[in-house]
């Protein structure tokens, strides 16, 4: 079992920044990936970025890249979101996940290939 606590969402004006944080314990040295995902109201939930646990290749969704980056601490079990000129439509739930094995399947911009999430944090950007 690896259990995610997401941390650093809150309200901040357009063109602000945020960092979230998630912590992971339990069963983590196994992780292969981490991801960052976001839900908003009345939509499905959308990849973010994700980044490799060993090596730190990273992936993010074109409506992120350049703004925000996303990185890891392997010694605390922490990734986190830098989440830098924000703008209303990244509204939402933001969630961190694991994926606890590899693959060479895997997809890391697939939600459900991921195996254990936190209970999202909320960032509200206002215009």
């Known amino acids: 079992q690896v259990q995610l606590v997401e941390s650093g969402g809150g309200l901040v004006q357009a063109g602000g920044s945020l960092r979230l944080s998630c912590a992971a314990s339990?069963?983590?040295?196994?992780?292969?990936?981490m991801g960052w995902f976001r839900q908003a109201p009345g939509k499905e939930r959308d990849f973010v970025a994700a980044i490799r646990w060993s090596a730190g290749d990273t992936y993010y969704a074109d409506s992120v890249q350049g703004r925000f980056t996303i990185s890891r601490d392997t010694a605390k079990n922490t990734v986190y979101l830098q989440m830098n000129s924000l703008k209303p439509e990244d509204t939402a739930v933001y969630y961190c996940?694991?994926?606890?094995?590899?693959?060479?399947?895997?997809?890391?911009?697939?939600?459900?290939?991921?195996?254990?999430w936190g209970q999202g944090t909320q960032v509200t950007v206002s215009s």
């Open positions: 339990g069963r983590t040295f196994t992780t292969y990936y």
């Open positions: 996940a694991e994926r606890s094995y590899s693959s060479v399947a895997f997809v890391p911009w697939r939600a459900h290939e991921y195996n254990y």
